[in-house]
C-alpha cells in the first residue's frame, strides 16, 4: 500500500502556489510595517492625488482657479467646470477638431489633454475671440460668407483659422487657399462647408493686409 503522508508532485505545487499568494498579498514595501493606500497628504510637493486638486491657468484674458480631477480632461474643464460651452465635445477622441482651443497661441485639441497639462498657461476658447462684445474680422467674415450650418464645427473652425491668421500676422501679404486648406485639414464639417470657411479665411486676410 502507498504511503499516503509521503509529499506528491501535486501536492509540491499546490503547496508552492499557495505559498505564493500569501507572500504576494502581504508584501511590505522597504521601512515600512504595511502597505497602506496613498493619500494627497503623503504626495511630494508639486504631485496630485486621485482626488480634484486646484488649477490655476489663465482663460480668455482672465486668471481662473479650479478644482478638477486629474483625470479630468481639459474639454471637461472647460465646459463642465468653467461652463465655457463654445468649446464642442463631438469625438471626444481628437478625430474632428470640434474642441479645438488655444494654449499659449497654438491649437490644441482639448479633448486630448487634461486639465492639469495648462496650469500656469494662457487658454483661449471661442468665447474669447470677440472684444468686448464687438466680433474680431475673422468673425465677421464667417456669417458674411455663410460659413456655418449647424454649428458643430464652427467654434473649432474659428480657432484653426484664427492660430492661422496669427502666425501669418505682419508677413504683408494676404494668404493662399493651400494655406488654409492645410490649416482646416482636421477640422471635420458634415455640412460640407469647406469652400465657405475659405473664402471667408481669404476675405479676412486680405482685410488685413
Given at each position: 500500500?502507498?504511503?499516503?503522508?509521503?509529499?506528491?508532485?501535486?501536492?509540491?505545487?499546490?503547496?508552492?502556489?499557495?505559498?505564493?499568494?500569501?507572500?504576494?498579498?502581504?508584501?511590505?514595501?522597504?521601512?515600512?510595517?504595511?502597505?497602506?493606500?496613498?493619500?494627497?497628504?503623503?504626495?511630494?510637493?508639486?504631485?496630485?492625488?486621485?482626488?480634484?486638486?486646484?488649477?490655476?491657468?489663465?482663460?480668455?484674458?482672465?486668471?481662473?482657479?479650479?478644482?478638477?480631477?486629474?483625470?479630468?480632461?481639459?474639454?471637461?474643464?472647460?465646459?463642465?467646470?468653467?461652463?465655457?460651452?463654445?468649446?464642442?465635445?463631438?469625438?471626444?477622441?481628437?478625430?474632428?477638431?470640434?474642441?479645438?482651443?488655444?494654449?499659449?497661441?497654438?491649437?490644441?485639441?482639448?479633448?486630448?489633454?487634461?486639465?492639469?497639462?495648462?496650469?500656469?498657461?494662457?487658454?483661449?476658447?471661442?468665447?474669447?475671440?470677440?472684444?468686448?462684445?464687438?466680433?474680431t474680422v475673422l468673425?465677421?467674415?464667417?456669417?458674411?460668407h455663410d460659413a456655418?450650418?449647424?454649428?458643430?464645427?464652427?467654434?473649432?473652425?474659428?480657432?484653426?483659422?484664427?492660430?492661422?491668421?496669427?502666425?501669418?500676422?505682419?508677413?504683408?501679404?494676404?494668404?493662399?487657399?493651400?494655406?488654409?486648406?492645410?490649416?482646416?485639414?482636421?477640422?471635420?464639417?458634415?455640412?460640407?462647408?469647406?469652400?465657405?470657411?475659405?473664402?471667408?479665411?481669404?476675405?479676412?486676410?486680405?482685410?488685413?493686409?
Open positions: 500500500m502507498a504511503d499516503r503522508s509521503a509529499l506528491t508532485r501535486r501536492g509540491l505545487f499546490r503547496g508552492i502556489g499557495s505559498a505564493t499568494v500569501v507572500a504576494s498579498c502581504t508584501r511590505t514595501h522597504p521601512g515600512t510595517a504595511t502597505n497602506t493606500p496613498s493619500t494627497d497628504a503623503a504626495l511630494s510637493p508639486g504631485e496630485i492625488g486621485p482626488s480634484p486638486s486646484r488649477l490655476s491657468f489663465e482663460l480668455n484674458g482672465k486668471a481662473v482657479q479650479v478644482d478638477v480631477e486629474p483625470r479630468t480632461t481639459l474639454l471637461d474643464a472647460l465646459r463642465v467646470d468653467l461652463d465655457t460651452t463654445g468649446t464642442k465635445k463631438v469625438c471626444d477622441r481628437g478625430a474632428c477638431s470640434a474642441c479645438t482651443v488655444l494654449v499659449d497661441g497654438v491649437q490644441r485639441n482639448s479633448c486630448m489633454m487634461l486639465a492639469h497639462d495648462v496650469e500656469g498657461r494662457t487658454v483661449t476658447t471661442v468665447e474669447g475671440l470677440a472684444d468686448d462684445g464687438h466680433l468673425q465677421r467674415k464667417f456669417v458674411e456655418l450650418q449647424c454649428g458643430f464645427c464652427t467654434s473649432g473652425m474659428l480657432m484653426s483659422c484664427s492660430a492661422l491668421l496669427q502666425r501669418t500676422a505682419g508677413r504683408g501679404s494676404a494668404l493662399s487657399k493651400e494655406e488654409v486648406q492645410d490649416a482646416i485639414k482636421g477640422n471635420l464639417c458634415r455640412c460640407g462647408t469647406y469652400p465657405h470657411v475659405i473664402a471667408a479665411v481669404l476675405d479676412a486676410s486680405k482685410e488685413r493686409a
